[in-house]
DNA sequence: GATTAAACGAGACGGTACGTCCGGTCTTGTG
DNA sequence: CACAAGACCGGACGTACCGTCTCGTTTAATC
């Protein structure tokens, strides 16, 4: 995960595991402190006590560091069962919203996937660090949604996947936006609201 | 809108209307080139023929001008009369993800709220310059729809603007989540698909 | 004299002439303090309170900078009639020792000697900055003696030049070589040595 | 000759003498194709096949690793009897001119001097490697020419002494200055004046 | 023949300097 | 006063070498 394009030789003095550590936790404290823009390389080397060119040898510039410094933060997600697919998409979206108060999360996520608009090797690294190991909450919340019968069972596979897809969009998509692009708190009331529209729909109910 | 502080001095040379819009579209134009990080600001004094001095006493630094040059685009975004809900979604939904491919438009909106995230004011020239003005669409698309009897009157003044905020988020969220984050195409199909759920949620007819 | 390519374009902020005279005396400090090998570009810079960019700005490397902070150097020595050819003689070898006894010229003089080998520009600029000026003291010393009788005329102007370029090969090479190949002191006994040696040659008196 | 500190030890695996043959050549080569300052320990070992840690066990550094690749350079030098003092110092002068000639010795002589002048250990091992080793010519020439009557012995061993060096410093001074610093020719028309000068003295003929 | 201890290749490591680029400010002269 | 031009200070960039350090692998001399 942490490095670029392993030797693989087995020749010569071996990569230190420790190095990888401490540069993504350098990272990370660097993001909370100073936010992407002012993160610079230099910097972080130094926080780690790691030589610019260990942290150059591993990864190939700021925007592969920070994707993987991130990345694992959103492994913290969990989708404990609280008995209904409500509350089950209710606490996913507190949870993720959480984390996205988090300011090493609030200033990389963004950033990364600005650049990644450009660069379609980052666009791969965020897809697969973060977007897909992800899409395991939706996969998991609708199979136990199912087996409470909350929701019916897709019978094509490319149908589910599909939908997995969309819902994780509209779901993490609505409070990035919400949280980091309209700038509003995600508090327990906009949660509900939120999953209620999503359960029902505009037509649904009172539509709030 | 372009100016950072108003000089308001009546005496002296006035300052230049065509430097203005020189500068926003060579910003443009170096945002397509160059994408948000290696765009600078001595090359876009450089394409506007203008001197960096020119370009500083009316932009604080380039997060406020690209801001600035790329809040224009998104005016472009209309909601012309479909004759029903659904399609009103589907229309703008297809609308803004053509906005989304425009390069300018990918790279800079992330990027300046990437940086937004640290500046407190950046985050309300993006509120007001973009957010804000965007909410007529969801405003004109949910009083059409009342009109027509498809969405219930909202009683109350403050649930309304709630109410507009969240299908804003969602809207906008899931498809720029959807174009930038997950990376995949925005086409007739997935818009229907994410129109469908909208409408009916995740329960109301086979959910995807 | 002091920089590389000269803009000459008269718009613009002007060159700070003060920043060429704090960049050459950094340098001949840093030489003293450092030697050659260990000056460095950045370490002039901040001695000199100028940015990098200034000091690229106006030499291209550190051997042409150091060129023309020690040239001025050598523009210190004299040629006082002491009366005849042979205290003349003894008097600038004494003077040549005691400026190859400070220690930013020897370290200076050799090393970018040394660089001229590989790069011809330089050896230009060694040629007219230090070479050419210092040939002075032997025109100098030999219209002097010519006058006093103790030495013939030159008939011919070319001979007359090959002639000056020897014996300024002869004593400049001779002390240096005395000074810093081998190490060994220029004090007043070698130099009448030496002075003897020139004026009558191996075969003349003694020989030493 | 090329070791650091003889470890000595009797047990445990011998140098390579093969490494020190390579190590050196590769200096050579190096010199010749980049020159002094732009040969590095680290393409130095590559070139002999070996690794930089082979390197620093024999060698401190640089200085040291050149100093001791371009003394036996000097070996070559001879001196034949051409049956007069004046022909054998032409021929010394012209042997010497053409060892000048190769880049390896050019860049290398000048450039280690100069860091000499910081570096004490370096002086001496200069002095010795280089120095001391060809003043055999001076003495040699001397004795020839006192054999042939050509000169007069010298009574004192001190004497003697300071004028082998006088002569040699002279000699070779005067060359490396007229090729390296003054960067003129040394041609037969130039050896065959500075013989003549060295012979007769300023005072002695023409002068020239 | 087994042991042993150093030399060896490979290459990662913490540093330092490089020369370039950009950000933002300032100082000119001109309009 | 605005403006073009461009010099200025500061600071980060990514690269290149430095000299040191770990690795696993020879290679002789000693046992």
């Known amino acids: 995960m942490p490095n670029e394009s392993t030797p693989s030789g087995r020749t010569g003095r071996p990569r230190s595991a420790a190095a990888d550590a401490a540069i993504l936790a350098a990272t ?11 993160l610079t390389m230099g910097d972080v080397s ?7 060119t260990t942290l150059y040898r591993r990864w190939a510039g700021k925007n592969e560091l920070v994707v993987d410094a991130v990345a694992e933060l959103f492994d ?9 697919l409500e509350a089950d998409v209710e606490n996913v979206v507190l949870q993720f919203a959480a984390l996205l108060r988090r300011p090493e999360a609030r200033t990389a996520l963004m950033a990364v996937v600005a650049e990644s608009t450009r660069d379609p090797a980052l666009r791969d690294r965020i897809r697969s660090a973060i977007v897909d190991r992800q899409k ?8 136990r949604a199912q087996a409470r019968g909350e ?3 897709e019978p094509d596979e490319a149908v589910a996947e599909r939908t997995t897809d969309l819902i994780f969009d509209v779901i993490a998509g609505t409070v990035v936006h919400r949280a980091l692009v309209s700038s509003e708190p ?6 509900a609201s939120f999953t209620a529209l999503l359960m029902h729909g505009l037509r649904g109910s009172a539509g709030a």
Chains 1, 2, 3, 4 share one sequence.
Do not use: M, N
């Not at 990370?28 to 402190?33: F, I, T």
């Not at 130094?46 to 610019?52: E, N, S, T």
């Not at 913290?76 to 209904?84: A, K, N, Q, T, V």
């Not at 395991?136 to 919340?141: D, E, I, Q, T, Y």
């Open 28 to 38: 990370r404290d660097a993001l909370v402190e100073l936010g992407w823009s002012k």
């Open 186 to 191: 995600v508090d327990d009331l906009w949660a």
């Open 76 to 84: 913290s997600l969990e989708l404990p069962d609280r008995g209904c």
């Open 151 to 153: 929701l019916p069972r």
């Open 136 to 143: 395991r909450l939706v996969v998991l919340g609708r199979e």
């Open 46 to 52: 130094a926080r780690a006590g790691v030589a610019k």
